[in-house]
Antibody, heavy 115, light 113 residues
């Protein structure tokens, strides 16, 4: 059974960066196209970016362009989502998703931005 | 960006009765290259991660009960539950993946009457 395992909750100050990790035990991370979606408390779902398998490149939401970076470390089979210049409205649960298609979601990582 | 709207935003349901949710996109979600409609439906049960119900407009995801069905084309889509069960409560989202950025509808909250 495919599982998506994400890193634990984080508390950050405004202006800092956060890096959330995502692993799929038993699988190479390169087998999947990874996407990230976030959900602010009590709000809906927002797509942040992901791997475009057709064009073999990572695509980001323009709303977050310049602040978000999605990477993979093939030596540890880990995907990362790093968000910089954090603001209070970045407080959200961040989900890692396997695009096969969007059928496997992690449990989410709560990132709280507070001074 | 493609804008997704859903109606209703709140839907009280009676177990055993049918229910339906509409989703509309600001542009057609039909990809003429592959012939597929790039519209997915998700259910987020209370306290859980969203789960895929329907992909490509009408294909049920693995393990999804057959009481769920998706239909529609172009810009208008419908998710139907033939007979609602208590476990179906939660927030339903449609999402377009016709083009980047992928965009979600605002969600429809389904709860029991």
């Amino acid at each position: 059974q495919v599982q998506v395992v994400q890193s634990g909750a984080e508390v950050k100050k405004p202006g800092a960066s956060v890096k959330v990790s995502c692993k799929v035990p038993g699988y190479s991370i390169t087998e999947f196209s990874i996407h990230w979606v976030r959900q602010a408390p009590g709000k809906g779902l927002e797509w942040m970016g992901g791997f475009d398998a057709v064009n073999s490149k990572t695509v980001y939401s323009q709303r977050l362009e310049g602040r978000v970076t999605m990477t993979e470390d093939t030596s540890t089979d880990t995907a990362y989502m790093e968000l910089s210049s954090l603001r209070s409205d970045d407080t959200a649960v961040y989900y890692c998703i396997l695009d096969i298609p969007f059928d496997y979601w992690g449990l989410g990582t709560l990132v709280t931005v507070s001074s | 960006d493609i804008v997704m709207t859903q109606t209703p935003l709140s839907l009280p349901v009676t177990p055993g009765e049918p229910a339906s949710i509409s989703c509309r996109s600001s542009q057609s979600l039909l990809d003429s290259d592959d012939g597929y409609t790039h519209l997915d439906w998700f259910l987020q049960k209370p306290g859980q991660s969203p789960q895929l119900l329907i992909y490509m407009g009408s294909f049920r995801a693995s393990g999804v009960p057959d009481r769920f069905s998706g239909s529609g084309s172009g810009t208008d889509f419908t998710l139907k539950i033939s007979r609602v069960e208590a476990e179906d409560v939660g927030v339903y989202y449609c999402m377009q993946r016709r083009e980047f950025p992928f965009t979600f509808g605002p969600g429809t909250t389904v709860d029991l009457k």
